[in-house]
């Protein structure tokens, strides 16, 4: 599997996203995903996770109640919807599988994407 990120950019505080993750490879519909973004200047951290199925998901208490994760097996995809975007929400956001999931612990990730930035202005 090989994943593919995209639909970052810059985007004012308050707005909306939404981050695509295009897989290639037979096996992505027994895999969960996970979102996981790295500010600047700081560790990468994780954001979310869905499992293989689609049924169970996990949030970072930072981002609960804005962003919904969500995975699409027929079309091979999964999507990141990020709204009430803040200023803090800025960070390279990569996409990762690997496993049937929904962890939230980069080590349990074996399959990352190339990452897509995300800028909120004030």
């Known amino acids: 599997v090989r994943l593919v990120e995209s639909g970052g950019g810059l985007v004012q505080a308050e707005n909306s996203l939404r981050l695509s993750c295009a897989a290639s490879?037979?096996?992505?519909?027994?895999?969960?995903v996970g979102w996981f973004r790295q500010p600047p200047g700081k560790e990468r951290e994780f954001v979310a996770a869905?499992?293989?199925?689609?049924?169970?998901?996990n949030y970072a208490d930072s981002v609960k109640g804005r962003f919904a994760i969500s995975k699409v097996n027929a079309e091979k995809k999964a999507y990141l919807q990020m709204n009430s975007l803040k200023t803090e929400d800025t960070a390279v956001y990569y996409c990762?599988?690997?496993?049937?999931?929904?962890?939230?612990?980069?080590?349990?990730?074996?399959?990352w994407g190339q990452g897509t930035q995300v800028t909120v202005s004030s």
């Open positions: 869905i499992g293989w199925i689609g049924n169970n998901t």
């Open positions: 990762a599988s690997g496993n049937t999931g929904p962890y939230t612990r980069r080590q349990y990730y074996t399959i």
């Open positions: 490879g037979p096996e992505f519909g027994r895999y969960g």
